[in-house]
């Protein structure tokens, strides 16, 4: 009987209301060894008419996953088509699979019980500790330690890192073994140089931005602005007040109590992630460091608030935080936040008070930020590291920089005045009107920027480099960049260098393997070989580091050589299908997780 008591908890949370992708998921088997996650969505979604919202693979190179759709005629009419279909020469198999349990109850569940899991007990052992603590270790977990222990941590991450990418480097090129073994010797264990890590010119008060979650605080039980002291997943949803984390400015805790203060009078509760209740979700703040003005953006799920319901509610806002400029308050959005159906378009921040934009500076450069905009978090870090990024370049006048994954154009304006021409390109629209802003806000004119799959546009904005000298720099999300546009640039022998700039290193390897594999059927051009890199340390008291990787092209080879490049194009029959494998992010879309941005 308890046992049954225990499985109908762990399963409530598919009839409390309020959509979940569990309801309606299939298992799919039977997989062929390569695939890509978008190919397979055009299957399903374009070739078979069938409408799948989500697709979840529990580990890359699995011959499982599981696909999620809205409604139970959606899910029929998925196993219908797809059970028994023959793809990539594999038979398919789909069958309806058991929702996942609510880790929150099964979490409490084990807690009762004598389950001598590690995982648990570890768990078991934090939660001795102080709010306070496990605040800290959930947030900033390397607060204990003085800086330059950080720094030597992250050094011999980065370089774990690197040594795994030069071990497929070896891998994958027998031709380049002797050097490759050669460079080791020069540069202790790596076939390249790694550069001594560049500090943060500030270890605390640096963030310019940040989303802090609204819940209650376990200790005072009221409603809170904060960071949650751990994942949903992992069976908490407490948050915790933000004032003793040293790497969040001044103004910005002023400003997330002022917040604070308004939601405790506010009549609608804090949302919950248990049973989609409540109405505050989040706050994220943004400061400017070049003038201290704050942004906030209040996102809260509107439930069954009517239009004229939600209007009063931003009156409320309004009339609020009309009078709170304490703490260089300058502009306010609302933004409205509700469970999204496949297809539908995500909400835009409403604008109800102040500034539309706040404005920050880097290398002289003025930058508008808008409330979605993507602006690196440390903005004295990323004068080092945009800095750092021009040194390794090597531009001139006579070069173009095409400025890859864009954003708001901060890399490329900040290249501007030390080449010919920057092409900029993005996937959000809404990002590259900020880089045009932004271009005629610091009266540059040799910057273009375009909207766009850098999959997709790249090929356009390379034909047109006015230059023979053209260097990439590349900044993309923490996935990575589509093996499409890996391609493109290694095809275009007008890209003589190329700069890559990531804030997650070990997840964008695959990128490093691809720049620099030999000359083949789908990569003509010669390969990029990698020449340094170097740390930038932009987010102190945390595991997190940015690495630069500088890489040149290698000469074209000659006709000496010309058998060695058809022997690699005869291996490509068996390299073909990985290298095309798509690096599309499926990482399951969890609401409940620490709201906290890199």
């Known amino acids: 009987m308890t046992e049954e008591v225990t499985t109908n908890e762990e399963y409530a949370y598919l009839d409390r209301g309020g959509f979940s992708s569990e309801k309606y998921k299939i298992e799919l088997r039977g997989l062929p060894k390569f695939y890509g996650i978008a190919e397979l969505k055009k299957l399903m979604n ?115 890192v690197l040594m795994k990418f030069d071990n497929e480097l070896w891998k994958i090129d027998k031709q380049k073994r002797s050097k490759i073994e050669d460079n080791r010797k020069l540069y202790d264990g790596l076939s390249f140089e790694l550069k001594p890590i560049e500090r943060s ?106 239009a004229d319901e939600r209007e009063k509610m931003m009156e409320e806002i309004n009339s609020y935080f009309i009078s709170e400029e304490s703490c260089g308050i300058k502009s306010v959005y609302v933004h409205f936040v509700a469970k999204r159906r496949a297809g539908e378009e995500p909400a835009k921040p409403i604008h109800v008070l102040g500034a539309t934009h706040i404005t920050d500076t880097i290398l002289g450069r003025q930058f508008r930020i808008s409330p979605e905009a993507f602006f690196q978090i440390n903005t004295a870090g990323a004068e080092i590291l945009y800095q750092k990024a021009i040194d390794l370049s090597r531009v001139n006048d006579n070069s173009t920089l095409i400025d890859v994954c864009c954003g708001t154009g901060t890399i490329g304006l900040c290249f501007a005045k030390h080449c010919g021409q920057v092409l900029g390109l993005e996937l959000i629209e809404k990002a590259v009107e900020d880089a045009r802003a932004n271009a005629l806000l610091n009266n540059i004119e040799n910057c273009e920027f375009y909207a766009g ?81 170097v740390p930038v340390d932009m987010f102190p008291h945390t595991k997190h580091v940015e690495l630069i990787v500088l890489f040149e092209r290698e000469q074209e080879p000659s006709n000496e050589v010309a058998d060695i490049v058809k022997e690699n194009t005869e291996d490509e029959k068996t390299l073909d299908p990985e290298v095309k494998t798509d690096l599309e992010d499926n990482q399951e879309d969890i609401d409940d997780t620490l709201c906290i941005e890199i």
């Open 46 to 160: 374009q070739k078979l008419g069938l409408s799948v919202s989500k697709i979840k693979r529990q580990k890359f190179g699995n011959h499982w996953l599981y696909a999620c759709f809205q409604n139970d005629e959606e899910r029929d009419k998925a196993i219908t088509a797809l059970n028994g279909y023959e793809w990539k020469g594999k038979k398919l198999i789909a069958e309806i699979a058991k929702p996942a349990p609510d880790p929150l109850v099964k979490r409490k569940q084990e807690c009762k019980g004598n389950d001598k899991n590690p995982k648990r007990q570890k768990t078991e052992v934090d939660e001795t500790k102080s709010q306070e603590e496990r605040l800290k270790d959930a947030v900033i977990p390397y607060w204990k330690l003085p800086y330059e222990e950080q720094l030597t941590l992250k050094t011999k991450e980065i370089k774990q």
């Open 201 to 306: 010119p500030f270890i605390e008060g640096y963030r310019n931005k940040c989303e802090f979650t609204v819940g209650i605080d376990e200790e005072t039980k009221k409603p809170t602005v904060g960071f949650r002291l751990g994942c949903y997943w992992a069976g908490s949803v407490a948050v915790a007040p933000v004032q003793v984390l040293k790497h969040i400015p001044e103004n910005m805790k002023k400003a997330v109590l002022v917040f604070q203060e308004f939601i405790r009078k506010s009549e609608l509760p804090p949302y919950s992630p248990v049973d989609y209740s409540g109405y505050w979700k989040c706050l994220t703040v943004r400061q400017s460091s070049h003038n201290g003005d704050i942004m906030l953006i209040i996102a809260m799920d509107p439930q069954i608030l009517s």
């Open 453 to 533: 799959k850098a999959e997709t546009t790249l090929h356009a904005v390379l034909a047109r480099a006015s230059a023979d000298d053209v260097i990439a720099v590349v900044d993309p999300p923490r996935a990575g960049l589509h093996m499409s546009a890996i391609t493109t640039l290694r095809n275009n022998k007008k890209v003589k260098r190329l700069i890559y700039i990531s804030c997650s290193p070990a997840s964008v390897t695959k990128n490093f393997v691809d720049l620099s594999r030999a000359s083949s059927k789908t990569l003509h051009g010669a390969p990029f070989i990698p020449i340094c890199a």
